[in-house]
Structures are given as C-alpha cells and as structure tokens.
C-alpha cells in the first residue's frame, strides 16, 4: 500500500503561479509512476503531468509550457510547479501513483481555483 498526502493549494488570482507538492509513504518501493490529476465538478479526472520512474514525463495539452512535473526520489515526493495559471485550471488536484505492478493509488486531492 502506498499512501500520498498532497500540499498547497489554494486561491490565486489569473496569471500568478502555485505550486503543489506530494509526499509518498509506505510502499514507495513499488511506486514506478508519480503524478497528478484534476477533476471539476460535474466532470471526470483527467490527467495533468505525470512522470515515471525513468523521469520520462507526460503533459495534458491544455498546460504544456505553463505546468512543470518534477520528481524528488530521495524524499519521496512529486511537484507540480503551475505559471500563468487560468480560471479553467480551477479543479481539485489529485497526487497519483502508480506501481510497478499496476496498481494505482490517490491522494485525497487538494483544491486549486483561479479567479479571473
């Protein structure tokens, strides 16, 4: 089992920046892929930027160029560094993992709005 605890969230205003981070526990032997997601009311989760164990990384096209993934091994923990944010960035963030043998975990997510 793996366990994630996400961090800063919050209110910003259209164009500033925010930066989430997420700590991992437990299991993090087994983790392969670390990441992020988000989820709007009334819509489904869909991927934001994840990163894998290789540091090969993958971006939703809505915030390539704006949002960066960033992974720290040795304490466990993934970044998502967000520049230039816009109103329809406004969702909960949810930390996602996934482990060498395919089973994903979740974070209880952390809500990021953007007021225009």
């Known amino acids: 089992q793996v366990q994630l605890v996400e961090s800063g969230g919050g209110l910003v205003q259209a164009g500033d920046s925010l930066r989430l981070s997420c700590v991992a526990s437990?299991?993090?032997?087994?983790?392969?892929?670390m990441g992020w997601y988000r989820q709007s009311p009334g819509k489904q989760r869909d991927l934001v930027a994840v990163?894998?164990?290789?540091?090969?990384?993958n971006y939703a096209d809505s915030v390539k160029g704006r949002f960066t993934v960033s992974r720290d091994n040795a304490k466990n923990m993934v970044h998502l560094q967000m520049n230039s944010l816009k109103p329809e960035d406004t969702a909960v963030y949810y930390c996602?993992?996934?482990?060498?043998?395919?089973?994903?975990?979740w974070g209880q997510g952390t809500q990021v709005t953007v007021s225009s």
């Open positions: 990163v894998s164990g290789g540091g090969d990384t």
């Open positions: 437990g299991s993090i032997f087994s983790i392969n892929v």
């Open positions: 996602y993992c996934l482990s060498y043998g395919h089973n994903a975990y």
